[in-house]
C-alpha cells in the first residue's frame, strides 16, 4: 500500500489552483474525507460474529458430502494411487519407504498385506504420505482408508478459502462466494477422492497464505498503534521493529508441511515470503517513516531478515523433521551414503546423515530433471488455465447393468478436468487483477496475480519432461481469487446505488450459476457414474479431452 500527500498529517492544506485539482489534506481527489489512518491501514472485518462462520461451514459440509459420498469406489489403485497409499503403508510399518512384490496391488486388495521387499527409492518428500497413512491407520489399508485424509483436506480448503476471501475483501458474501466456486471445480472433486499427493499441497498453501494475511493485519494494528495520535511515526523514526512475528511462524509451518509433501510449493514460499516483506514497507510507508537513503537499507535488510527467518526458516525447519522417519532409520534408501562416503574439507563438518539426506535430495533432483519417458496424457503447461488437455484417471468400458445391454454401450471415466466455465472465466479475470494491482495499485488483487505466476510459470522450463494437468489443483485457487475480487468489483460496494448493486448482483448470480450448471453436466466424468457412451461422447467437447 501506498500513501499520497493527504495521507501525512504534516502536510499543508492545498485547493484548487489554475483549474487544476490538487489533494486537500485529509481528502481524496474527489474532496471526499479520508478514513482514519487505522482503518485505511486495517479495515475492520465484517460485524457478523457467528454468522461469519455459518455460511463457510454449510459450504464446506455439502463439499464434504460431495467428496466422501461413495469415497471407496472404484475399490482399485487409481491412476498414481499405485504409489502413494502403498508408501504411506509402508511408512506405517517401517517409518520409511520400502518397496512393495510383485503385483502387491493385487494382494492388497484381497487383504494380503505382507507385501514388502526392500528399501524404496522415492521421488517426493513423506509428508503427505504421512497425511495418508492417517487415514489407513484409522479405517485400513483399503481404497476408503487410503483416500479419506485427502477427501478431508479437500472438503477444509474450502472453508479455507472461504475465511481467506472473507478477510482480504471484507466482505462474507464474497468468502462465500469463492468457496462455493471451488466447491464446484470438477477437478478439486476428483482429486479430493484420489490419494494423490498435489491436493494436500494446494492445501497447506492455501493455508499458509491465509495465515499470512492475519500475520498483515496484525501488524498493520501494531503500526496504526505506533502512530497515533499524530497519524504518524516521530520524524525520522521506522516505526515499531515487529521483530516477534508469531503468525509468520505459523505460515512458514504450513509452507514447510506444503514443501515437505511436493517441491512445487518452495516457489510459492519464496514469492509470498517477498510479498509479505514488500506489505510491511508499504505499512511503513502509510505510517510516515523514513526512508532515509542509509539507514533505509539497513532497516529493510532487517525486515527482510525478519521475514525470511519466521517464513522460510521455520518452514526448512519443518521440512527437515519431515525426514524424521529416514533419518532415524538403519534401512532407508541410501540412509548409509554419508557414512560410506567420507567427506573432505568443510563439508566434513556436517553429520553423515545431513549429507546422506543432501545426496539423496540430489538423486531426486536428477530423477525429476531428467525424465524422458512419454505419456498420452502428457500436456504442456500452456493449456493448463484453459483445460486443453485433462488426464483420464480411469476408464471402464462396455459397463453392463440396467439400461446397458443390446446396443446400448456404456462407459465408466473419471476424468480429472477443471470446471471448464470456471477456469475460462477466470482467465478473464486474472487478466484484470493484473490491472488493478499495477495501474490501480490495489494490494488486494496481487495475491492472485503472484499465486498463479509462482505455481504455474515454473512448470514451463519442464515442458520437455512428462507433466500433466491434474498439477494446475496448485493454481486453482488464486485463480478462483482473483474471479471473485473481480465480481466483487463488479457488485460495487455496499454504499453504492441499489440499480448498480442489483445490476452487480445479477451478473455475479449469474456467473455463479453458470458454474452450477457446468459443473452438473460434468459430474458423471468426475466420479465415474456409469453413462451411454453417446452420453460421454457429448461431454468431450474437444478432442483433447478424448
Known amino acids: 500500500m501506498t500513501t499520497t500527500a493527504s495521507e501525512r498529517a504534516g502536510d499543508a492544506p492545498q485547493g484548487r489552483s489554475g483549474g487544476q485539482q490538487v489533494l486537500v489534506a485529509g481528502r481524496d481527489p474527489d474532496g471526499r474525507p479520508l478514513p482514519p489512518l487505522r482503518q485505511r491501514l486495517c479495515p475492520p472485518l465484517p460485524d457478523d460474529g457467528i454468522r461469519g462462520w455459518i455460511g463457510p461451514l454449510l459450504i464446506m459440509a455439502f463439499a464434504a ?60 518428500p513423506p509428508a503427505g504420505k504421512w497425511m495418508i497413512a492417517a487415514g489407513e491407520a484409522l479405517f485400513g489399508m483399503d481404497p476408503f ?63 499458509a497464505v491465509a495465515v499470512l494475511l492475519i500475520d498483515r493485519d496484525w501488524a498493520r494494528r501494531r503500526f496504526a498503534d505506533a502512530a497515533e495520535p499524530l497519524g504518524r511515526v516521530a520524524a525520522g523514526t521506522w516505526g515499531p521493529t515487529l521483530l ?105 563438518l556436517l553429520p553423515d546423515a545431513i549429507r546422506s539426506l543432501w545426496h539423496y535430495h540430489a538423486e531426486i533432483w536428477y530423477f525429476h530433471t531428467h525424465l524422458t519417458d512419454k505419456h498420452q496424457y502428457a500436456s504442456s503447461p500452456l493449456g493448463w488455465l484453459v483445460v486443453a488437455r485433462p488426464v483420464s484417471f480411469d476408464w471402464t468400458d462396455n459397463v453392463g447393468g440396467a439400461g446397458c445391454g443390446g446396443t446400448n454401450r456404456c462407459v465408466q471415466e473419471i476424468l480429472g478436468i477443471g470446471t471448464p466455465v470456471l477456469w475460462w472465466m477466470s482467465v478473464v479475470a486474472l487478466v484484470a487483477c493484473l490491472v488493478w494491482w499495477l495501474a490501480a495499485r490495489d494490494w488486494r488483487f496481487g495475491i492472485p496475480v503472484v499465486g498463479v505466476a509462482a505455481t504455474w510459470l515454473p512448470w514451463f522450463q ?74 460421454w461422447r457429448q461431454r468431450m467437447w474437444f478432442t483433447s479431452w478424448v
Open 65 to 124: 458430502v460431495l467428496r466422501i459420498w461413495d469415497l471407496g469406489r472404484p475399490a482399485k489403485f487409481v491412476f498414481d494411487e499405485t504409489y502413494y497409499p502403498k508408501d504411506a503403508f509402508s511408512l506405517l510399518k517401517f517409518g520409511v519407504e520400502h518397496q512393495f512384490v510383485d503385483k502387491a496391488n493385487e494382494r492388497i486388495l484381497a487383504g494380503d498385506l505382507d507385501v514388502f521387499d526392500g528399501p524404496a527409492f522415492i521421488v517426493h
Open 462 to 535: 519442464y515442458a520437455n519432461r512428462p507433466i500433466f494437468n491434474f498439477y494446475a489443483i496448485i493454481i486453482l485457487p488464486w485463480m478462483i481469487i482473483g474471479l471473485t475480487l473481480v465480481l466483487g468489483k463488479v457488485l460495487g460496494p455496499r454504499d453504492a446505488s441499489p440499480i448498480r448493486r442489483m445490476w452487480g448482483a445479477a451478473v455475479l448470480g449469474g456467473v455463479v450459476l453458470l458454474v452450477v450448471l457446468n459443473f452438473a453436466y460434468i459430474y458423471p466424468l468426475l466420479t465415474g457414474q456409469t453413462i451411454p457412451y453417446d452420453a
Open 244 to 348: 516477534w512475528r508469531p503468525w509468520r511462524l505459523v505460515a512458514g509451518l504450513c509452507f514447510g508441511v506444503a514443501c515437505a509433501t511436493k517441491w512445487n510449493a518452495a516457489i510459492a514460499l519464496a514469492a509470498f515470503g517477498l510479498l509479505t516483506w514488500a506489505w510491511d514497507v508499504g505499512a511503513r510507508r502509510a505510517v510516515g517513516a523514513a526512508f532515509a537513503r542509509g539507514a533505509n537499507l539497513a532497516r529493510l535488510a532487517l525486515d527482510a531478515a525478519v521475514a525470511f527467518l519466521t517464513v522460510a526458516g521455520t518452514a526448512v525447519v519443518v521440512y527437515v523433521v519431515s525426514w524424521s522417519g529416514w533419518l532415524a532409520s538403519a534401512d532407508g534408501y541410501d540412509r548409509t551414503w554419508g557414512r560410506d562416503n567420507p567427506a573432505h574439507g568443510l563439508s566434513a
Open 145 to 207: 482408508g487410503w483416500r479419506i485424509a485427502v477427501a478431508i483436506m479437500g472438503a477444509l480448503s474450502i472453508l479455507v478459502m472461504a475465511r481467506l476471501v472473507r478477510r482480504l475483501t471484507r466482505s462474507t458474501l464474497l468468502g462465500c462466494v469463492a468457496a462455493f466456486l471451488l466447491s464446484l471445480d470438477g477437478l478439486h472433486l476428483v482429486e479430493s477422492r484420489i490419494a494423490l499427493l498435489d491436493l494436500p499441497a494446494m492445501f497447506w498453501l492455501l493455508l
